[in-house]
């Protein structure tokens, strides 16, 4: 009776566990319906990997690619997809090892290396030679190494809370952060899609590879990424928009600064004083005023605004 009763109460157990993620992934898939995000995938010729995006706007437009950070996946993006779908083709990505993309096992399979060629074969693979690259937190990362190591295929550079790698001296300065501890607030559905992603068998796998990477490529207080990747050169001469929240409790506003003198070309650093480390979901109006207003603007001077 005992057996009996254990293997009634763990069945249960795991009937209403999986009855919890099939409501999650019925929202989600209905919250992408809702905002006219369509899921797709595609399988790279050189990896073999499969990557999971959502995509907005009408094919054919200017591609405008969006690189989430950690942990995180596609959603971070949605006020982003929703906006800039009208002018360009809007492809929000699970980057390799989150979400619905191949999580490949062993550690050497998210080197910097790596991560810069999933891109520059996404890019192949929708179509397009050159992009809008948008990238947050450690996609900021990657979108700065696109821009160094492929300027041809970067039109405009916008970077979120990560400076240019040699302005880092360091990843994080605290061990908190939030999103939307001003503005815009994680609503319970907005969590309800993290849980659902991240609560999956494996889900963590992949982000946490690939800090395991970099901060065995670093060295004291600098990520030595140049070992790996062999760059000509670390200028970039990409026009770039780099945002800051200058309440992030991973970054110093400092090493956003610093970042200027690595652009040999038109440089606006925005920094929203009320914004943490997630502005782009925090303050998604804000943000997407100012993305506009650097799409749309001349490219000829360098200029800094504080706001």
């Given at each position: 009776m005992v057996t009996i009763r254990s293997l009634l109460f763990w069945s249960l157990v795991y009937c209403y566990c999986g009855l919890c993620a099939s409501v999650y992934l019925l929202k989600l898939f209905q919250h992408k319906t809702s905002l006219k995000f369509h899921a797709l995938y595609f399988v790279l010729q050189d990896s073999g990997l499969r990557f999971h995006y959502v995509?907005?706007?009408?094919?054919?437009?200017?591609?405008m690619l969006l690189l989430h950070g950690f942990p995180e996946f596609w959603?971070?993006?949605r006020h982003q997809l929703r906006e800039f779908k009208s002018e360009y083709r809007v492809v929000a990505l699970d980057l390799r090892g989150y979400g619905e993309t191949d999580a490949p096992i062993h550690r050497e399979n998210y080197k910097l290396d790596c991560l810069i060629t999933d891109i520059k074969d996404i890019l192949d693979s929708l179509g397009y030679s050159k992009c809008v690259l948008i990238g947050h937190d450690w996609g900021g990362m990657i979108a700065w190494l696109i821009?160094?190591?492929?300027?041809?295929m970067v039109m405009k550079l916008i970077v979120i809370n990560f400076p240019h790698p040699n302005a880092l001296k360091h990843l994080f300065t605290s061990h908190s952060t939030s999103i939307g501890r001003k503005g815009c607030q994680l609503t319970a559905e907005d969590l309800e899609a993290y849980i659902y992603v991240f609560s999956?068998?494996?889900?963590?796998?992949?982000p946490i590879n690939h800090y395991r990477n970099i901060f065995s490529e670093s060295q004291a207080h600098v990520f030595c990424f140049y070992s790996c990747l062999p760059l000509k050169h670390h200028m970039v001469i990409t026009p770039t928009l780099l945002l800051w929240g200058e309440k992030d409790a991973f970054m110093e506003a400092e090493m956003a600064e610093g970042t200027k003198v690595y652009v040999k070309n038109y440089?606006?650093?925005?920094?929203?004083?009320?914004?943490?480390?997630g502005l782009q979901q925090e303050q998604p109006d804000i943000v997407n005023k100012l993305i506009?207003?650097?799409?749309k603007e001349e490219t000829r001077r360098k200029d800094w605004l504080f706001l």
């Open positions: 995509a907005a706007g009408e094919r054919g437009k200017p591609l959603y971070s993006w821009a160094i190591c492929y300027p041809e999956q068998p494996g889900a963590l796998s992949g440089f606006r650093l925005t920094i929203l004083s009320e914004a943490s480390h506009w207003t650097f799409l």
